[in-house]
């Protein structure tokens, strides 16, 4: 071979410099997002050191006179029956626990190469720089009264200020949240928002949430009545806006000037109210999707028809799934904690209603921001008209068929939604 002939071409020289630049370019910032990560976690696990140890029974003081609302006699004697990877969350509460849980819940930190990508892309760094010097949580503003006359509300207002305080202290006291380092958009993810009445909506499965979709709507112009929308239109329509769709600073003057609400349910009845829903009546999503894996995994034995058509799932395989830390298939908000949901450390609620009084809360809280007043809060069920509505006495027969331990198990995991709400310890 000729001297002249080994010689590259100007075309091959380019072409093998530019594969060795994007190799080069590649490998470098995966080492970068390495070396970040490293340095979270060690920050992430320094601060959870730091922590300071607060007892279960200190923070569950205000329970102490109440009366169990689900008592389940039992004998105390009997053995107690093992869950295999069981999640049974720990009774010792640290003062930071809570943020610290919204925190990981929520992703990466504001230093994450992915933030910073966002942050670079959407030229906004001075609006960055002002939620990370944010005091978190948000204040609580007073609520305008002035556009409710009647008389009657007088005790409804009452309750609302005792849950708004009742929150707002329990959060100062062990909360612990001051700066989040947290990815606001997730945080606001379930937040619907109506502009021309500035509200705030969290959406909390169970607690009303179909219905309070339609009353938004009305609102929005979308529909004249709450009773002409159909749950389709509802759920799958797209009406609505959510807060994270918004961009910083749409999401940061939302959230320090709208009238921000939430409603919520006694955890024990959300959950059997969200299992009868989705498991005992068909549905082309629930049942394939989590049907099949849960009896997969916790039914013995379990027959090929039950494995292909996921239907039939019992309450106890159920609840064996829920608290099980390496579930087949992953959590769903129709069963997630209010407080992963919603984040009410992080986002102080205006106003708190609840599902036990939630016609008489709703219409309150629509006089109360202005709405039309022949606006009222719809009464009926979404779906399944002829079931009986999930209260204490139908939960109660759910209940038979667990074990003391298995019960306990779903309290400790509901455990700060019964201690931020006041709600009452269901059983013994």
């Not at 389940?72 to 053995?79: A, F, I, L």
């Not at 948000?138 to 009742?166: A, C, G, M, Y």
Request: aromatic share 12%; hydrophobic share 35%.
């Amino acid at each position: 071979m000729q001297p002249s002939e080994m010689v590259m071409n100007p075309k091959q020289v380019f072409l093998s410099l530019l594969i060795f630049g994007v190799a080069g370019l590649l490998l470098f910032m995966y080492l970068q997002m390495w070396i970040e990560e490293q340095h979270t976690g060690r920050v992430e696990k320094k601060s959870e050191q730091k922590s300071t140890a607060v007892t279960r029974e200190k923070i569950q003081e205000h329970n102490t006179d109440q009366n169990p609302k689900y008592h389940m006699s039992e004998d105390p004697k009997k053995t107690k029956e093992s869950l295999l990877n069981s999640e049974r969350p720990t009774r010792v509460l640290t003062e930071t626990s809570h943020s610290q849980i919204e925190s990981l819940a929520l992703g990466k930190t504001t230093g994450s190469p992915t933030f910073k990508l966002i942050e670079k892309h959407q030229g906004t760094k001075t609006l960055f720089k002002k939620f990370r010097e944010m005091n978190w949580p948000l204040d609580i503003h007073p609520l305008n009264k002035s556009l409710v006359k009647d008389n009657k509300w007088r005790r409804t207002d009452e309750t609302q200020e005792k849950r708004r305080s009742f929150l707002q202290e329990f959060c100062k006291k062990y909360g612990g949240v001051s700066h989040p380092q947290s990815h606001l958009f997730h945080m606001v993810s379930r937040i619907y928002v109506e502009d021309k009445h500035k509200i705030l909506y969290c959406e909390v499965p169970k607690a009303g949430c179909s219905n309070w979709k339609r009353i938004l709507m009305v609102l929005n112009g979308l529909a004249p009545s709450a009773y002409n929308i159909s749950h389709d239109a509802v759920h799958y329509g797209k009406h609505l806006k959510k807060l994270d769709s918004f961009d910083l600073k749409g999401i940061y003057t939302r959230l320090n000037t709208y009238t921000k609400a939430v409603f919520v349910r006694d955890p024990m009845e959300r959950l059997v109210s969200a299992f009868r829903d989705k498991f005992e009546h068909p549905n082309s999503y629930y049942h394939p999707v989590f049907g099949k894996a849960i009896i997969k995994k916790y039914r013995p034995n379990a027959c090929e028809e039950a494995l292909n058509n996921g239907s039939g799932v019992t309450f106890k395989e159920f609840v064996h799934y829920l608290l099980d830390s390496h579930r087949p298939v992953g959590m769903d908000i129709h069963w997630e904690k209010v407080s992963k949901l919603c984040y009410p450390c992080l986002i102080n609620y205006d106003f708190v209603g609840k599902f036990e009084t939630l016609e008489e809360d709703a219409n309150y809280f629509l006089q109360m921001i202005g709405a039309p007043k022949e606006l009222k809060f719809p009464n009926f069920k979404d779906r399944h008209s002829s079931d009986e509505r999930t209260n204490a006495q139908v939960v109660r027969q759910y209940l038979k068929d667990l074990t003391r331990t298995e019960r306990q198990l779903i309290y400790d995991f509901y455990y700060l939604d019964y201690l931020m709400f006041n709600y009452t310890t269901p059983f013994l």
